[in-house]
């Protein structure tokens, strides 16, 4: 079958592309039929809620991912953002512009040090580095509340977390989809943009073709750190408390949601709405397995499993492409 364009249907192709969102899709059907209170309008909202701190997370891991990379201090940035914002509170500054400005300033000068550290020390993989900073980060967060947490948000600082719009959808998730809608602008439409898949696609050929790929690294990085303080915005909005022990599984789900929604862990292939898809899968299925009555322990091991059927799938389609690749270079 033809497309509109004249060009043959590439049906393997479509069915990577959509296989996320099936697979989303089937899992909810899956839930929907084992629990009455999966499709409630009450567990939709709160799903909503649950997802929008990990897609947060995983819009700015996304962006690293596409560069090659990998951050495994972004639960760490996370709960490091809460709690500058907490500390301010502790220390009687209740001003909400301040607060959030003080919050964002925090992630996102992290984000910025994970790619100054990459770069200047010309370290083999950001594997290294950001497992360095994971602790770093995470210590930093402990020490500044003295290991306990601050509660007593303004209501203001609070809303984007607890707010409703819209027949009650959560503000938290409006400002995820504004948010997605901005970085597939910013992906698509933009040199950076276009650039950040050219470093992933080949770094080598990237610095060839004259791009600063040191630059480059370093502001994706950088936003990844502004991300989680997004996600650090909303989660103390949650909870309205600042924990230091914050985010301990952020960094696995928000990879599991990038891999899952088709980012190539090789780099410089992957889309903002897959992640957003691969959020909500992760996010689903972790409120379904309570719903069940499954044990925090199990869902580590399905979310586990998920992850690596993931990478394995990812690992297969990039195979496919390469020899494909190979028969056309011999014809």
């Known amino acids: 079958m033809k497309n509109a364009n004249g060009k043959n249907i590439d049906y393997k192709e479509v069915l990577s592309k959509l296989g996320p969102l099936l697979a989303l899709v089937l899992v909810s059907i899956a839930l929907s039929l084992g629990t009455e209170q999966f499709m409630t309008v009450g567990n939709i909202t709160n799903i909503m809620r649950q997802a929008s701190i990990n897609s947060l997370i995983a819009a700015g891991m996304m ?14 940035i996370t709960a490091f953002a809460a709690c500058v914002m907490g500390v301010m509170i502790k220390n009687g500054i209740m001003n909400p512009v301040l607060l959030i400005v003080s919050g964002f300033g925090a992630g996102t000068f992290v984000g910025y040090i994970n790619g100054i550290l990459l ?21 930093l967060a402990l020490l500044i509340t003295a290991a306990s947490p601050i509660s007593g948000f303004p209501k203001a600082v609070q809303y984007p977390g607890t707010g409703d719009i819209f027949l009650g959808i959560p503000v938290s998730f409006l400002i995820v989809i504004v948010m997605y809608i901005g970085i597939h602008i910013f992906l698509n439409n933009t040199a950076l943009g276009r650039h950040i ?38 989660m103390v909005g949650r909870l309205n408390t600042a924990f230091p022990l914050a985010g301990s599984t952020a960094d696995m789900d928000a990879i599991a949601s990038c891999i899952i929604g088709g980012v190539s862990f090789l780099g410089g292939k992957g889309t903002i709405w897959g992640t957003l898809i691969g959020s909500l899968l992760i996010t689903v299925l972790r409120n379904g397995l309570n719903l069940i009555g499954a044990s925090a322990d199990m869902q580590l091991v399905v979310i586990g499993l998920v992850i690596i059927v993931a990478v394995y799938v990812d690992v297969l389609r990039a195979s496919a492409e390469a020899k494909s690749k190979r028969l056309a270079a011999k014809k």
């Open 63 to 76: 962006m690293v991912i596409l560069t090659g990379g990998i951050d495994l201090s972004v639960g760490s």
């Open 119 to 139: 770069t200047k020390l010309r370290l083999p993989h950001p594997f290294i580095s950001t497992i360095g900073t994971r602790n770093i980060f995470r210590g």
């Open 197 to 234: 898949y050219a470093v992933g696609g080949n770094k080598e050929a990237a610095r060839l073709s004259g791009l600063n790929v040191n630059k480059i690294l370093i502001i994706v990085y950088a936003i990844c750190g502004f991300m989680c303080a997004f996600a650090a915005l909303v």
